[in-house]
């Protein structure tokens, strides 16, 4: 049996960033974070791979390294990505890392997991695993911007295929799934014989 991806809402994912306090420079950090995994899809460790020369700002292009199956891609950002990005980089300290510890080390995939469950938890946005309300995770986050863009009509199957980095088609198709109810909603509404 296929299981499909759970997924949020973009209010919901609004409700979370409201709980992110952008007075302090984590707060800045984890705001452009959740962004980046938000609105490009990265998974927790490209997001933590990062290094400042993977952003940018002219071409608008985020280069992952050795991503998943040791593969490199390029993701567009958007005007939320670069925005989140410059604030912290206003703030950040000197380090290697793109988004780092306040002492220039690099962030852990447990601490950015653990800040996501906090930030969800604190919001109070769950997703619906059977019956258990789950706290959103990063790749939920990812979940729900590959099917956001597929929903949309911002990029085809093959394209969604390229953003998420996955080598077959098939682990992509997952999506399709998820936009049924529109699909139903097309076909109620199609002409009849008579």
Partial sequence: MLKLPKIIDQKSVKKMLAQINTNCPTGIR???????????????????????????????????QQAKGKKDRYVPMDDDIKRSVQEWLG?????????CTLEGGQLMQRYVREVCYRISNKAGVFVQDGTVKK??????????????V???GTANIREVQQLAGHSSLNTTMIYTHVIMDELQEKIKKRKGLT
Avoid at 36 to 62: H, K
Avoid at 91 to 99: A, D, G, I, Q
Avoid at 135 to 148: A, D, G, M, N, Y
């Fill in 30 to 64: 984890n705001y452009a974070i959740i962004i980046m995994m938000y609105r490009a899809g990265l998974r927790v460790q490209e997001v933590c791979n990062l290094v400042p020369q993977d952003v940018n700002f002219e071409t608008g292009l985020i280069y992952i």
């Fill in 135 to 148: 706290p959103v995770s990063p790749h939920k986050l990812r979940h729900t911007f590959l099917t956001e």
């Fill in 91 to 99: 703030v950040r300290p000197e380090s290697n890392y793109l988004f």
């Fill in 150 to 152: 597929l929903r949309e």
